[in-house]
């Protein structure tokens, strides 16, 4: 079975304050990791994935595999990042499961 | 290709009656997927195709559910004897499928009321 788990429903942060956002993983092989954002009114769309190891819009994860974990960050939270992000978990066959999803509330 | 599209947008039905959703997946995608959202919580996972052979289905979906993608193109998603617990919203993606095709790309989902 694959599971992924986002232990915080809400993260509220100030402008210019760093974010992380939490994801742990469930799966017995060596799976693909993502993180999807939803931004308001906005369809569901791919953030980044981990085997590409990008910065997109000044977000970075690494996956560790002892931890099994994905956690999402950035440096400096700016207040469009306000969305929901979800991590997901693409196992065999490219069965993809998503967490509960974080929302992040970037003050002003 | 403006990307997946998904109709209707939203469905009011009463309990007891049948509802179908319609995705038209990004045309060279041969993977689709279907899931589920209810408020404040991710999606989840339903069933999903590799062109026309549907490859799993969620062991928690009831048999009211089925779906097809029967020319490996649309797909439909129907679900019989709606109950108010189906109300939710239905999201359809689709994806190359292929080790650089991982991206899933998103409709914007069909909402379902049942009353």
Known sequence: AQRVTQPEKLLSVFKGAPVELKCNYSYSGSPELFWYVQYSRQRLQLLLRHISRESIKGFTADLNKGETSFHLKKPFAQEEDSAMYYCALAGGYQKVTFGTGTKLQVIP | ?115
Request: aromatic share 12%; net charge neutral; hydrophobic share 30%.
């Open chain 2, 1 to 115: 290709d403006t990307g997946v599209s998904q109709n209707p947008r939203h469905k009011i039905t009463k309990r007891g009656q049948n509802v179908t959703f319609r995705c038209d997946p990004i045309s060279e995608h041969n993977r689709l997927y279907w899931y589920r959202q209810t408020l404040g919580q991710g999606p989840e996972f339903l069933t999903y195709f590799q062109n026309e052979a549907q490859l799993e289905k969620s062991r928690l979906l009831s048999d009211r559910f089925s779906a097809e993608r029967p020319k490996g193109s649309f797909s439909t998603l129907e679900i019989q004897r709606t109950e108010q617990g189906d109300s939710a919203m239905y999201l359809c993606a689709s994806s190359l499928g292929d080790l650089n095709g991982w991206e899933l790309f998103f409709g914007e989902g069909s909402r379902l009321t049942v009353l």
